[in-house]
């Protein structure tokens, strides 16, 4: 019998990890601009990279700030919500960019579609820039939502909606990461032994 292989635990950011990632980024300069905008968008409604690359105008409400996901990862459609910070930073950004012609929000400098690669690969730079130590991806911005979303909220089943997971179990990685809150009820007591 083949032995099953162990899940291993997702980097993740905290708060402060993040902020000192895009501070980082020069807004001034477009290019920069797009890559925070990338960023913050993973960060604050874990979207997968894929979906942020592949977002098309038409599915972005301005006045509620809706984000309609047209066939993410197996194909399933789902909505995401940003908030007012993020929202106004979006508008800011469309209003500096011409309209592409893909209909695509985010395009290299020549109107083609980004690569997930190049992203990785501004990551990596961002990250060395900001000092941060760990080794992480476009996807380690998703996970430190997802595992921000579970300790606000503690609902699994929401996590899984927003994410758009199809099966439960796939959410569950996140409670391990929610150390937290094991911490906080593995320092206290169970029995009274002394």
């Known amino acids: 019998m083949a032995k099953r292989k162990g899940r291993k635990l997702p980097t993740i950011l905290d708060e402060n990890e993040i902020k000192s990632i895009l501070k980082v980024f020069n807004k001034r300069y477009l290019s920069s601009f797009t890559n925070y905008l990338i960023l913050r968008l993973m960060a604050e409604t874990g979207m997968r990279i894929s979906e942020v690359i592949n977002l098309k105008l038409e599915f972005v409400d301005l006045n509620t700030g809706k984000i309609f996901i047209k066939e993410g990862k197996g194909k399933k459609d789902r909505i995401v919500f940003i908030n007012n910070g993020l ?108």
Do not use: W
């Not at 990250?127 to 503690?154: D, N, P, Q, V, W």
């Open 87 to 194: 929202l106004n930073s979006f508008i800011t950004y469309l209003e500096r960019t011409e309209k592409s012609n893909t209909g695509l929000v985010f395009t290299t400098r020549t109107e083609g579609k980004i690569d997930q690669n190049n992203v990785n690969r501004m990551i990596e730079t961002y990250r060395i820039k900001a000092g941060i130590e760990k080794h992480i991806s476009a996807h380690t911005f998703r996970h430190s939502y997802a595992t921000a979303l579970l300790r606000e909220t503690g609902n699994l089943s929401l996590v899984q909606r927003v994410l758009g997971h199809e099966d439960i179990s796939t959410t569950q990685i996140y409670i391990h990461l929610c150390d937290r809150d094991v911490e906080e009820h593995m320092t206290r007591p169970l029995f009274d032994l002394e």
